[in-house]
């Protein structure tokens, strides 16, 4: 059974920095692109990052590039997003998912195969 486990949320302030975990079980991570996704209360769900199997290239939406990280760690199963400057228009449900690709376009939300349940962060100004 595929699944995947975020953490790492929480409420912060403005310019704190908080790193979201995601842990894989089921298959095998490390035939598979990631990436992170996020929604805010009345808007629809963006991407935000997405990196490939290896690592090597990676993907950041222009909201958060210079601020927000992505990484993996394909022993552990377990994808990260390391996230700094954080600002209140970061506050949002985090979540994660995995493709077989992270090429084209990234935030396709119909490319990614399974999803989690979503770990919430929220910035205080």
């Known amino acids: 059974q595929v699944q995947l486990m975020e953490s790492g949320g929480g409420v912060v302030q403005s310019g704190d920095s908080l790193r979201l975990s995601c842990i894989f079980s089921g298959f095998t991570f490390e035939d598979y692109a990631a990436g992170w996704f996020r929604q805010a209360p009345g808007k629809e769900r963006e991407g935000v990052s997405c990196?490939?199997?290896?690592?090597?290239?990676?993907a950041y939406a222009d909201s958060v590039k210079g601020r927000f990280n992505i990484s993996r760690d394909n022993d552990a199963s377990t994808l990260y997003l390391q996230m700094n400057n954080l600002e209140p228009e970061d506050t949002a449900m985090y979540y994660c998912a995995v493709r077989r690709y992270c090429s084209g376009d990234y935030w396709n939300r119909g490319e990614y195969e399974s999803w989690g349940q979503g770990t919430q962060v929220t910035v205080s100004s």
């Open positions: 990196i490939n199997w290896s690592g090597t290239r990676t």
